[in-house]
Each structure stands twice: as C-alpha cells, then as structure tokens.
C-alpha cells in the first residue's frame, strides 16, 4: 500500500480530518461539529475535550472511508483557529467563562471580550508592534490572556499552560509542549526572525509573569512548522485516533495558514506571486515576500510562520460566510426564504446561487441584481487594512421590497463588499511592496463559481481555484508528509502535492467601469461609519 498522510483541521464550527496520498489525492474525508457557547455578540468560548472528541471522530471516519491500514500512514498533520486554550497545573481544562463550566475552557478567536485590553496595549506603542501591523488585535492572544489577569485572576494563576489550539492538539497528541512558529509569531508576539520572545513587551502590558522560567507557560520551546513532535503518536492518542502509536505528528498551523500551504506553491509556482484567501467563517489574506514589509493595517511581516524562510503578510475580514449569513437573516422574509429553500434540498446561499446563475447570461452580470445596494459587512469590526475592531455593518440603497429579488440583490451586495474589502487589502500592500498577481481562494464559502468571478471583479484581480476540494486538510496533511520524512521540506510537498483548478479573470469594460464607482461609495460608507462614530 502507498504512503498516505492525515491533515486534520478544527475550524469554527466543526473538525475535519482528511486522508491524502503522495500526490494530494483525497482519499477519505470526515467532519463533526462541536460546540460553540455564545453569551451575546462578543462572547464565543468552546471545550477542548470537545474538540479532542470531534477529532478523534473525524480520523476515525475518514480513514474508513478510505479503507486504508493505519501502518500506511505515515504522518499526520493538524491545523486550527487560533482560539487560547486554558489547562490548569494537572493539564485539566480550567474555566474561562463566566458559567464556571470548567469544559469551557477555550477563548475562540472571534472572541471580542478583550477589546479593552487591546486599547491599554496598543497605548503602550511597544516595538513588537511593528510586527502586527502596529496594532495588535483582541482577536490575538496576549490582549485575551490581560483579560483573564484582570477579570479572572484565578483561572489565571491557576493555569499551568496557555496554548494556541493547534498547539494544544499537537501536544494532546504527543505529550510535547513544543510550540509552533506559526502559533506564536502571529498570534502571541514571537519574534520569529529574531527566535525570541521579548519580555520588555509582556512585563510593559502588565504580564510579566509569563516571562518565568523561560516563558514556560506559554511556550518556552518554539519549532518550525513541519517538525516531528516528541515520540509520534502517544499510546492514549493512538487509541483515541484508532491509528498506531508512535505515528509522526508535525508541529502544526493555524487553520488558514494551512490553507496557504495547500494552495500558493501548486505545480511549482512562484509563492510570492499568489496571495491565499481563505474564505470561511471569516476570511483570512496570506501574502509572501522575500524580504520583509510593514504594512500600516495587515499583521506581520512574520518570518517564516507559513512558508519557510518567506515573510507572510496576514489580512483579511473578521467575518466573511459569518457576514453573510448575518446579512440574510436581517430580511425581512428571512425565515419564510429559508424554509423554501431546505424544501428544495439547499442552504440558502446555495439556493441563491441557483438562482442566480438562471437569470444571468455572464456571472458578471449578477452585478446588475444588486442594483443600488452597497454593503460594508464589517459587523464584527475591520480586520484588515484599518485594524479598527469598532467598525460596523452598513447597508445603503434600501427600500420597501421583500421580495425574493431583494433577498438576491443583498445576497450579491454582501459578496461585493467583501470582494472590496479584499481590495483594499491588496492595495495597500502594493504600497508597500507585497504584489501578489492572483488570488488563490479556498473554503466552503468560496467554493461556487459564481462567488469566485464577483470576488475576480469586485477586487479587480485574477481568482484562482486549488486543485483540490479541501486545501486546508491538503496543507495540514503536507506537514505530516514532512514530520514522516516522505518529503524533505514543505517546499517539497507542496510541489508534489498540490495543484491549481480554474481560473477567473476579471471583467473589463462596463462591468468594471461601474464595480469602480461602487468601490467609491464603499470606501464613503466607511468614512461615514468612521464619522458616526466619532460624533
């Protein structure tokens, strides 16, 4: 039997696990959804036990489905949000919520209770923010681990480690405390060009403590992504997976940086000349460049926290499919839209899509059923280029129509506001000298033709599609390739194992003369957002 490997990845809502053979073929694939607590808009917490069982699922499942013997695997690979993961003394789940559930013991990403805390630390101007776009976000997690000091104190002094959740699977897996270099460079402060931490920035914020002992708490061992953990797979582990002890297990990724990897270096092309755009939940923008750059708004430059030895640039949208699924619901004929659409056997967007693609003779034209509607989804803040977590929703060009025509046009709306969001992105980056020519675009919101076209001509750039149907478990799976030693570098297997699919080129002419002036009046809502607020 040939080589195969195992990508596993948790994302917001689920956890998958993916078998793939040498050359990136999808053989087997499986998902469960796990639990997600939220307690109002700004509140999202999960359970890493949970997690762990959803895992162990999905492996479970998928290597059935592909009806290969666990001796053929040769490496396993994991990748996940970057959601803190809270363990107390004996590495037991220790709560962060206010129910005092100990099973809640994970802060997820989208989390914003931390706002605050992100505004002390952005005071302080401290230099590592330089590399975070010169702004850190509560999205990340030294802002998160400040809210625990300071609303939480116990949980606090009781926690024995703070893990980033891929970091957490890894260790689960193996017994090894090892960080990756992904984790912590962007999402912790890890000065991945410099291989360290710098305490001034933890004891100016007010953590100091974390600085002990080699910042053992939260990652006193930090290794590059790919690097095979401790022993392999412990005994527990591998019966939790049903896979054989000792496997290969690859310090992993965050979840759209795994996506970055299945897609950027498909059939050897240039990684620098293509940006990943990883369109789920929220979206996320991965550029790479040679040397480093410092863009006002995006996170980094990070050395080597994707490719090896390449700069990333980081973007994207706090909430992308999550935006539009907001968008939807405020119709007014939401509910009776919805129902009309699981009696034809769809989700919603998928019901639109279909119908849309009936009463247009170009995707492109799906620009005219949006008629004078203008989105800013921004509902849970702007990520990418303003860093502006305060920033909300707009919606210009309402009237009194209900009909399932106006359910379309706010549909096709929301997906140009992010196709704008995506430009302002790349433009701001080309300032500064990241110029990726096309975007390579994966995740479960992304997958429709239609949506990649809009994107192609909202942003006015070249969408591409990968090869492979689930890039993201192709990324994490390329890691286990690497940690089993089938291929030398990462570099190496996203070469043999990934592709590209097709490819949209935006439309000329009218089409774009009229997404130019409906960029203008994006790039307005937002000013007067800007404006509102500030009155």
Not at 98 to 109: C, F, L, Q
Not at 149 to 172: I, P, V
Not at 399 to 421: M, P
Not at 472 to 492: K, N, Q, R
């Amino acid at each position: 039997m040939n080589d195969v490997f195992i990508g596993v990845d948790v994302g917001t809502g689920s956890a998958r696990a993916g078998v793939f053979d040498c050359a990136g073929q999808l053989l087997g694939s499986a998902k469960h959804d796990i639990e997600l607590y939220r307690d109002g808009a700004f509140i999202a917490e999960q359970s890493s036990d949970n997690i762990w069982s959803c895992v162990c699922k999905s492996v479970q499942d998928a290597m059935e489905q592909a009806n290969v013997p666990i001796s053929s695997v040769k490496g396993i690979g994991f990748d996940a949000t970057c959601s803190l993961v809270v363990l107390d003394r004996d590495a037991k789940p220790l709560s962060i919520s206010a129910s005092g559930d100990a099973a809640r013991n994970i802060i997820v990403w989208m989390d914003h209770r931390a706002s605050d805390q992100a505004d002390q630390i952005n005071a302080q101007v401290h230099d590592v923010l330089a590399y975070v776009g010169g702004t850190i976000s509560p999205e990340m997690q030294t802002p998160k681990l400040l809210w625990l000091q300071e609303n939480m104190r116990s949980t606090f002094d009781q926690a024995g480690d703070f893990f980033d959740l891929t970091d957490y699977l890894t260790w689960r897996s193996t017994g090894d405390k090892s960080r990756s270099v992904c984790t912590v460079t962007c999402k912790w402060t890890y000065l991945a060009h410099e291989d360290r931490w710098d305490a001034s920035y933890f004891e100016e914020i007010g953590l100091g403590e974390l600085t002990i002992n080699n910042f053992e708490r939260i990652g006193s061992k930090v290794v590059a992504t790919g690097t095979a953990l401790g022993q392999g797979l412990t005994a527990q582990a591998a019966s939790d997976l049903g896979l054989n002890v000792g496997t290969p297990v690859a310090a992993g990724l965050i979840d759209a940086h795994a996506g970055g990897v299945g897609t950027i270096g498909a059939a050897g092309g240039d990684p620098t000349s293509r940006m990943a755009y990883v369109f789920g939940t929220s979206a996320c923008t991965m550029s790479s460049s040679k040397t480093k750059a410092f863009v006002p708004g995006v996170w980094g430059p990070y050395h080597s926290a994707m490719v090896p030895e390449l700069w990333l640039s980081e973007g994207g949208q706090s909430v992308a499919g999550e935006a539009i699924a907001h968008l939807l619901k405020l119709h007014p004929r939401y509910d009776a839209f919805r129902t009309e659409a699981e009696e034809n056997g769809q989700s919603l967007p998928d019901y639109l899509l279909t119908r849309i693609d009936a009463r247009i003779s170009s995707r492109s034209d799906a620009l005219y059923l949006a008629d004078q509607l203008v989105v800013v989804p921004e509902f849970l803040g702007n990520r990418a280029p303003f860093a502006d977590p305060k920033a909300c929703g707009i919606i210009s060009g309402l009237n009194l129509n209900e009909d399932f025509d106006s359910l379309i046009g706010l549909y096709v709306a929301g997906i140009f506001g992010l196709g704008y969001g995506l430009k302002q992105i790349l433009d701001v980056q080309r300032e500064h000298g990241v110029c990726p020519t096309t975007v390579v675009i994966s995740g479960g919101a992304g997958e429709h033709p239609i949506i990649k076209q809009l994107l192609a001509d909202a942003a006015n750039i070249t969408i591409a599609a990968p090869g492979t149907k689930e890039p993201v478990l192709l990324g994490s799976a390329m890691l286990g390739a690497v940690a089993g030693g089938v291929f030398e570098t990462i570099e190496d297997a996203m070469r043999a194992m990934s592709s590209l699919g097709d490819t949209f080129q935006p439309t000329q002419g009218k089409i774009a003369a009229a997404h130019a002036k409906r960029y203008e009046v994006f790039q307005a809502l937002q000013a007067a957002g800007r404006l509102l607020r500030e009155v």
